[in-house]
């Protein structure tokens, strides 16, 4: 019997010899930027207008012998007024209020709402002029110390002692 033996052989890679880089080098020299256009062309045939002046306005200012005149604040006349009043008066007793002005009687109280334990509120609609009170316990025992006052358009909170 005969033995084949098969060999294979491969093919060498195609290589070929690497060709230099081509170097750049300018066969004429770069001319100059020369303007095909005379500069004479450039130039306007006419002036151009004048800027307008930017000066401010003059600001007139008061003379200085008469000082400036504060501007009166004055609140709305027929405004409504809160009054808060903390105190804490026990249980099952009431607040009451009593004044001269913003419908309130030196005579007879008007009850306060009650808020919270020691809050006590009343909003009177319409008074016409700054008005003073007075917090009365059970519209019966009076606060100690000076009448508290208010004005039309306030809140007013005290605390009075008893």
Do not use: C
Not at 89 to 103: C, M, P, T
Request: charged residues 20%; without cysteine.
């Amino acid at each position: 019997m005969k033995k084949i033996t098969k060999t294979t052989k491969t093919p060498a890679p195609a290589t070929k010899p690497a060709a230099p880089a081509p170097t750049f080098k300018p066969t004429t020299p770069t001319p100059a930027f020369k303007p095909t256009t005379p500069a004479s062309a450039f130039k306007p045939t006419t002036p151009a207008p004048a800027l307008k002046s930017t000066v401010a306005p003059k600001i007139k200012t008061p003379a200085a012998t008469s000082p400036a005149t504060p501007a009166v604040v004055t609140k709305p006349k027929g405004a409504r007024v809160t009054i808060v009043v903390k105190a804490d008066v026990g249980f099952g007793n009431s607040l009451f209020i009593r004044g001269s002005g913003a419908g309130l009687s030196w005579e007879k109280g008007t009850i306060l709402e009650n808020s919270s334990n020691d809050t006590w509120k009343i909003v009177l609609p319409a008074a016409e002029a700054p008005f003073a009170f007075k917090v009365v316990k059970n519209d019966d025992v009076w606060s100690i110390g000076e009448d508290y006052s208010a004005a039309p358009g306030d809140t007013v909170t005290v605390t009075p002692t008893f």
